[in-house]
Each structure stands twice: as C-alpha cells, then as structure tokens.
C-alpha cells in the first residue's frame, strides 16, 4: 500500500541581494571623463591645427603663385578673372591639404599628452593604493575604494608636468633633434604641462568651492538643466 504522504518539497534557493557596485567618488580633471576628455581635446586640437595649417599654407601658396607668374601677368578684364580664379584654386587646394596634415599631426601629439597623463593618473594612485614592485599585485586584487580615493589624490599638475616631460622626449626622438635642443624642447614641455596642470587644479579647485556635485561632467549638467527647462 503506498503511502499518500505529502513529500517535502526541497527548500528554496535563498536569492543573496545583489552586491552595491562601488562607483568612482574621485573628481575627474575638468570634470569629465577620460574619453570625453580626449575626444573634445583631439577635436579641438585638430581643428587649430587644420586652422592654422591651412592659413599659413594658403598664403604662402598665393605668394608662390605670384611669383611664379609675375612675368605673364593677364592685360585685360577676363584675364584678370582667370588669373585671380587660378590662384585661389591654388590656394585652397595647398591650404586644405596642409591643413589636414597638420590637424592630423596635433590631435595625434595632444592624443599622445593627454594619454599620458591619464596614465601617470592611474598608476601613482594604484601605487598609493598598495601597489608595489616587490609584490607585484595587480590592480584587481586592490581595494576600489582606496585605488578609488588614490587616483583622486593623483589628478594634480605634476602628472600633467610628467606628461609634457614625455611628449617633449618623444617629440625629441621622432624629428632627430640634437641634445641641447632635445634639452630645450623637454623643459618647455614640462613648463607647459606644468601650467596645463595648475589650471585644472585651480578649475577643480572653484568647482569644490562653489559647491558642484563630486564628479558629475558639465556635459550631464547641461542635459539636466535643460531637462529641468523643458519640464
């Protein structure tokens, strides 16, 4: 006779709550993330670049076609238009084409700056967090919170100083410069990332100051006030 028992059903899996992600407390430099930060920067850098690039090549192409036609100069109205048209063909199509060479060669070395620094950024606050040579311990196995709390305490001029140091050095070795000029080109590097560096901490310095939400870009700020306008 088989027994009608009701069976036991088997427990439940207990379901753990879901762990908090621990998010990034520490300010980023101009108050943005990286990657906006090198994408505005290599645009803007590229478009000064590709503007002055252009101008300067523009107008040395105008002169050269002076002078290359300075003995057959037009001698009457039509050929003046044709004349004036021929050297502006020239100049803009000189001008453009230096124009994107050199934008190209500026957001690459500004790319290359900010890269750097980024990079000093991260590996002084993973060394303030704990990491060290001897152990070798990889970043996974540090605290967020502290590798967290170091990166902050790392974005300051001296990285950026460090950065210009190296761009000035690989600028040296990529155009062959002597020693006394390799020299010159590293200080004034250091010097610039310098001054690059202290006015983003004097921009994060008057953002704490005035009251800013900690680590929160310009580019939300604006779509939150003009979500708040719109609403």
Same mark, same amino acid.
């Given at each position: 006779?088989?027994?009608?028992?009701?069976?036991?059903?088997?427990?439940?899996?207990?379901?753990?709550?879901?762990?908090?992600?621990?998010?990034?407390?520490?300010?980023?430099?101009?108050?943005?993330?990286?990657?906006?930060?090198?994408?505005?920067?290599?645009?803007?850098?590229?478009?000064?670049?590709?503007?002055?690039?252009?101008? &300067? +090549? *523009?107008?040395?192409?105008?002169?050269?076609?002076?002078?290359?036609?300075? /003995?057959?100069? $037009?001698? #009457?109205?039509? %050929?003046?238009?044709?004349?004036?048209?021929?050297?502006?063909?020239?100049?803009?199509?000189?001008?453009?084409?230096?124009?994107?060479?050199?934008?190209?060669?500026?957001?690459?070395?500004?790319?290359?700056?900010?890269?750097?620094?980024?990079?000093?950024?991260?590996?002084?606050?993973?060394?303030?967090?704990?990491?060290?040579l001897s152990e070798m311990e990889?970043?996974?196995?540090?605290?967020?919170?502290?590798?967290?709390?170091?990166?902050?305490?790392?974005?300051?001029?001296?990285? &950026? +100083? *460090?950065?210009?140091?190296?761009?000035?050095?690989?600028?040296?070795?990529? /155009?062959?410069? $002597?020693? #006394?000029?390799? %020299?010159?080109?590293?200080?004034?590097?250091?010097?610039?990332?310098?001054?690059?560096?202290?006015?983003?901490?004097?921009?994060?310095?008057?953002?704490?100051?005035?009251?800013?939400?900690?680590?929160?870009?310009?580019?939300?700020?604006?779509?939150?006030?003009?979500?708040?306008?719109?609403?």
């Amino acid at each position: 006779m088989s027994s009608n028992l009701p069976t036991a059903d088997p427990s439940p899996e207990i379901a753990l709550p879901p762990r908090p992600s621990q998010t990034p407390t520490n300010s980023p430099r101009l108050g943005m993330p990286f990657d906006r930060r090198l994408l505005l920067t290599t645009f803007l850098s590229g478009l000064c670049g590709f503007t002055l690039g252009s101008t &300067s +090549a *523009g107008r040395l192409a105008s002169l050269r076609f002076r002078a290359e036609n300075a /003995h057959r100069l $037009p001698i #009457s109205q039509p %050929g003046w238009y044709l004349y004036h048209k021929s050297k502006n063909y020239y100049k803009w199509r000189a001008g453009i084409t230096e124009g994107f060479r050199k934008g190209g060669l500026v957001a690459a070395w500004s790319s290359v700056f900010f890269i750097v620094e980024e990079s000093l950024d991260i590996f002084r606050g993973t060394w303030r967090a704990g990491r060290s040579l001897s152990e070798m311990e990889g970043v996974d196995e540090l605290d967020i919170a502290r590798v967290d709390r170091g990166v902050g305490k790392s974005r300051d001029a001296w990285s &950026s +100083a *460090g950065a210009g140091m190296v761009t000035g050095g690989l600028w040296s070795a990529w /155009h062959g410069f $002597p020693v #006394s000029t390799a %020299g010159r080109t590293i200080r004034m590097g250091v010097l610039g990332g310098l001054g690059f560096g202290l006015v983003q901490d004097g921009v994060r310095w008057a953002k704490e100051r005035w009251g800013e939400e900690e680590g929160e870009s310009w580019v939300r700020l604006g779509a939150k006030n003009r979500q708040g306008e719109g609403a």
